[in-house]
């Protein structure tokens, strides 16, 4: 069976804050180091509607209120954060060999929340990430060049868009 190398993750979360905020929506995409996608997992957390109402409000969600809205109307069909972290846990464990390297585009913030809520999948992480968002810095600063990719702040299509910049940084190396 063909393993993959890349735990490509994008979390969607009520805030930025590990300790106050909560994962709504999780997705993952295992690819080879070539990044051809093996297999695709996506899943919906249901959160408190208190925290929901205290900490999705401010500017980023006003701008961001198509987002916001889907997020917290499909959060009744959610399910719990344990669930999500077992089942993101039989994925890896279908798809990847002993070497798990998370990626995507500010995967060390996401990495916050995967260590807090879903501990046993951080343990099967590999300490070396993949940041997509490190490469955007050194291009856009030093080579003065941007790739433009739509911000849904929706998981699976936030996943897809990173992988597709990352490929996109890759063709300056050819």
């Known amino acids: 069976m063909k393993k993959a190398k890349l735990l490509w993750i994008d979390l969607e979360m009520t805030g930025l804050d590990p300790s106050k905020d909560k994962i709504l929506e999780v997705a993952a995409i295992a690819t080879d180091m ?8 996506e899943a919906v957390v249901k959160v408190d509607e208190k925290t929901i109402k ?11 209120s198509k987002s916001r809205d889907a997020l917290i109307a499909q959060n009744q069909t959610g399910q719990s954060i344990k669930a999500v972290e ?38 099967k992480l590999h300490y070396r990430m993949l940041d997509v968002s ?14 433009t990719k739509p911000e ?17 940084y890759l063709t300056f190396l050819k």
């Open 54 to 64: 205290s900490r999705m409000v401010g500017d980023f969600w006003e701008k961001n």
């Open 86 to 123: 077992k089942e993101l846990l039989d994925f890896v464990n279908k798809y990847f060999g002993k070497e798990i390297y998370l990626a995507g585009n500010s995967i060390h913030q996401d990495r916050k929340f995967i260590e807090k809520e879903m501990p046993e999948l951080n343990e």
């Open 34 to 41: 070539k990044l051809d996608k093996i297999a695709k997992y």
């Open 152 to 168: 849904n702040h929706r998981a699976l299509d936030d996943i897809n868009g990173s992988i597709e910049e990352f490929k996109w």
């Open 134 to 147: 490190a490469w955007k810095i050194y291009f856009e600063n030093a080579l003065g060049k941007k790739f």
